[in-house]
C-alpha cells in the first residue's frame, strides 16, 4: 500500500466512526432521561472501569490507546448528560448571582490583614486597598475567626511562595470556614537582615522570622552556623529584636519593618532566590467575581481508582484550558487519602467553563469552587 491508500482507508474508517459516536451520543441523551426519571447519578464510577478494562483487554497491543480513547468519549458522554439535566444548577446560580465590585477604593472598607504593621502583607493591603485602615491579626486562625464574625469584610492572607512553596494552613482553614478568593496579588519579598544599632554582622548568633523566611533564607543561615527561632510574622521578629537590646540576635524582616521598629539593617537583599516572590490573595464570605476575572480556584477529593485524576485533567485539556496549579494536600481525618488545589485560566462567564465546574460539582466528593478572580498589579 502507498501512502495514499492508506490516508484513503483511515478517511473510510473516519466516517465510520463519526458516524458511531453521533449514536453512542444519541444513546447517551437516552441513559440521561432514564437517570432523570429514575433518580440516578450521571457519574457511575465502577461502570466506568469496568468498560474500560474490557476494552483494553480486547484490543490487544493498542489497548492502552483505546483506554485513553473511552475516557474521553465518556467524559464527553457525561458533559452531554450534564447539561441536559442543568447538573450543579445551585452552584450556577451562586456563581452567576455574584457580587461584581469589590470596594478597592473606598475608606470605609473594614480588612483583617495578617500580621503587624509593615509586614508583606501590609504591603499587599496597601497594594489593594489603599485607602483602607486595617485591623491586624497575629495567626491565621484569628484572622479567619474575624472573617468569620463579621469584623472585616475581606481579608489579607499569604498564599504561596515562589520559593517556599504553598501555605497550606490558609488552604485548610480556607475549607473549614467555606470563604471565597476574591482577588490575589504578588509582592516581591526583599528580606533584610536587621539588629539593634551598632550590631556587627559577624556578631549575629541567632535569626528571628516567620517560619517562610527562615526558609527563604536557609542557604545563608546553614552556611553560617546560624540559630534559627520562628516568630508570628517578620514584623513581630523586628519588634522582638528591638525590644532585646541584645546584639547576638537579628530579624528577617523588610526594610520597612526594620525602620519602624529603629533597626540597623545590616544585610540587604537577603534571600536564596532574587526572585523570591509571595502571592496575597483577599478572602470573603460573600461571592465576588469581577467582570475581568481571569482565574479560578477550586479543592475536591478524588476516588480511590486507577487513573481517576487523569481523568479529571482530561475535562480540562478538552476544553483547552490551561491549568496553573495542581497541588495535593492530605483530608484531615483520614488515612492516605488527598484533597487537589487547583488554579487555571478561565472565566465563569464562558459557558463551557461554568458547565465544567459544575459538572465537577456533582461527579466528585469534597468539592469546593473556591472563587473566579482577578489578579491585580
Do not use: W
Request: net charge negative; glycine share 4%; aromatic share 10%.
Amino acid at each position: 500500500m502507498d501512502i495514499q491508500e492508506i490516508r484513503k482507508e483511515i478517511n473510510e474508517i473516519d466516517r465510520e466512526l463519526s458516524a458511531l459516536f453521533a449514536r453512542r451520543m444519541e444513546c447517551s441523551k437516552e441513559v440521561a432521561k432514564y437517570k432523570l426519571k429514575n433518580g440516578m447519578p450521571i457519574f457511575d464510577p465502577e461502570r466506568e472501569v469496568q468498560i474500560l478494562d474490557a476494552v483494553e483487554k480486547s484490543t490487544g497491543e493498542y489497548g492502552f490507546y483505546a483506554r485513553r480513547l473511552y475516557s474521553e468519549i465518556m467524559e464527553l458522554s457525561r458533559s452531554l448528560q450534564h447539561d441536559m439535566l442543568d447538573s450543579g444548577s445551585e452552584l450556577k446560580n451562586t456563581i452567576l448571582s455574584a457580587e461584581k465590585d469589590i470596594p478597592y477604593d473606598s475608606d470605609s472598607v473594614r480588612i483583617a490583614c495578617f500580621g503587624v504593621p509593615e509586614t508583606y502583607s501590609h504591603s499587599a493591603c496597601r497594594r489593594l486597598f489603599p485607602n483602607s485602615r486595617p485591623e491586624f491579626y497575629p495567626t491565621f486562625r484569628e484572622l479567619f475567626e474575624a472573617m468569620q464574625s463579621d469584623k472585616a469584610q475581606f481579608g489579607i492572607i499569604p498564599i504561596e511562595n515562589s520559593s517556599a512553596g504553598s501555605v497550606t494552613e490558609v488552604y485548610d482553614l480556607m475549607l473549614k470556614y467555606r470563604f471565597y478568593i476574591s482577588a490575589s496579588t504578588e509582592i516581591p519579598v526583599d528580606h533584610c537582615l536587621a539588629a539593634v544599632k551598632g550590631t556587627k554582622l559577624e556578631n549575629v548568633k541567632k535569626v528571628l522570622s516567620h517560619g517562610q523566611a527562615l526558609y527563604q533564607c536557609s542557604e545563608y543561615i546553614t552556611a553560617n552556623g546560624l540559630e534559627q527561632e520562628q516568630c508570628k510574622s517578620t514584623a513581630a521578629a523586628a519588634k522582638f529584636v528591638s525590644g532585646s537590646g541584645d546584639d547576638t540576635i537579628a530579624a528577617i524582616c523588610s526594610e520597612d519593618a526594620a525602620k519602624r521598629y529603629g533597626l540597623d539593617i545590616i544585610l540587604r537583599d537577603f534571600r536564596n532566590d532574587p526572585h523570591n516572590t509571595t502571592r496575597f490573595i483577599v478572602i470573603s464570605k460573600k461571592l465576588y467575581i469581577e467582570e475581568s476575572a481571569d482565574k479560578i480556584s477550586l479543592c475536591f477529593a478524588l476516588p480511590h481508582v486507577t487513573g481517576s485524576l487523569y481523568t479529571v485533567l482530561c475535562r480540562f485539556a478538552v476544553n483547552g484550558l490551561n491549568l496553573t496549579k495542581i497541588e495535593s494536600r492530605p483530608k484531615p481525618g483520614t488515612e492516605f487519602e488527598y484533597l487537589f488545589y487547583l488554579d487555571f485560566d478561565g472565566s465563569t462567564r464562558t459557558d463551557s467553563i461554568i458547565s465544567l465546574i459544575c459538572a465537577l460539582s456533582k461527579e466528585l466528593s469534597e468539592f469546593s469552587f473556591l472563587g473566579n478572580y482577578r489578579h491585580k498589579m
